[in-house]
């Protein structure tokens, strides 16, 4: 049975920075991507940014809008990180980890087949 855990989560001053981590298990995940996506209240859920699968070395990718404070990494099949710099109000959500059987990073939640618990992440100003 194939789990996501996200850890990390929780409370930063403006400008403060957090670590976000989500670790996969029951399965075998070299080729899978494994993504980071937000919401908030009301909104629909949208991509934050990935790892694609170990085809391609495990290439990354972060939505233009967040390159320049966040970035994705991953340091093995199993485990993607997500790391905020520069925190805003704006960037408090709940941060949800999913894992596409595809290998491929996608706009779209319906392309994820496992989906982790979320973890919120609050700034304040």
């Known amino acids: 049975q194939v789990q996501l855990v996200e850890s990390g989560g929780g409370s930063v001053q403006a400008g403060g920075s957090l670590r976000l981590s989500c670790a996969a298990s029951g399965g075998t995940f070299d080729s899978h991507s494994m993504a980071w996506f937000r919401q908030t209240p009301g909104e629909e859920r949208e991509l934050v940014g990935g790892?694609?699968?170990?085809?391609?070395?495990?290439?990354v990718y972060t939505v233009a809008s967040l390159a320049g404070r966040f970035t994705i990494s991953r340091d093995n099949a199993n485990t993607v990180y997500l790391q905020m710099n520069g925190a805003k109000p704006e960037d408090s959500a709940v941060y949800y980890c999913a894992v596409s059987e595809s290998g491929l990073l996608h706009m779209e939640v319906y392309e994820y087949d496992f989906w982790g618990q979320g973890t919120q992440v609050t700034v304040s100003s």
């Open positions: 790892s694609r699968s170990r085809a391609t070395g495990y290439s």
